[in-house]
C-alpha cells in the first residue's frame, strides 16, 4: 500500500512537467534580440525597436561592421547572410556619412575602406545593389572618374576610407587574393553588412 501512495504521489509531481512539456512553443519572433540592446535610439513613436546587440541603428536599418580585412567580396557578402542581413546598400547621403563614421570607428581601417552591396552584372555590365536595383538610379557618391570597371574587372562595391576622398564609392576588383597582386591582405576591405530593423 505505501508503495501504491508513493507512487501516486510521485505522478503527482510530475504531472505539472509533463503537461508543461507537451505545451505548443509558440514562435517568439524577434525576441531573442529584443531587449539586447536598449538604448535611447530603442524608442520610436513609443514602439520599442531595438537592433541585435553589435549591431547600430539607422533608420530603419540596423548596421553592423566586421572590422576583420576581407579579401574576397563574395566572403564579405556571406558574413553578413549568415547575420541575416546583406552588404549595406546605401541610400541617402545622410546614411552614407552614418556608415562612414562606423567604418571610420572602427579599431581596424584597411587601405581599401569597406565592401559595399553592388555588384556589377555579367549580362549588361552594370552595377545594381544587393536587392537588385540599379545603382545610377538612386543617389550616387561617385569618386570622380568612377566607377571606371579599370582593366574590365571591378565589378565590386567599395567605399573609400583612407585613400581619395573618405566616403565616396568605387568599383573595385572582387578579389585581392589574385596571384601576382601589388596588394596584401591586410589592404582588403572589411565588412559592412545591414538588415531591416
Ligand atoms: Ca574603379
Known sequence: ???KETVFF???IMLPVSTEAKKPIKPRVRAANFYDAPSDSCMD???VKCCPSGWVRHGNSCCYIDDTPTPLYRDARNTCQSKGGDLAIIRSAQENDFILDLVMGQNT????GAWIGFQ???ADSKLYWVDGTPVDSQCVNW???EPNDAHGYEDCGQM???EYTPGKWNDLFCNF???GSSFESSDSPVVLCQKPI
Request: glycine share 4%; aromatic share 4%.
Open 120 to 122: 556589377r552584372n555579367a
Open 177 to 179: 587574393n589574385v596571384q
Open 10 to 12: 510521485l505522478l503527482l
Open 160 to 162: 573609400i576610407t583612407k
Open 109 to 112: 581601417v584597411t587601405r581599401f
Open 1 to 3: 500500500m505505501a508503495i
Open 143 to 145: 569618386l570622380p572618374g
Open 45 to 47: 513613436n513609443c514602439v
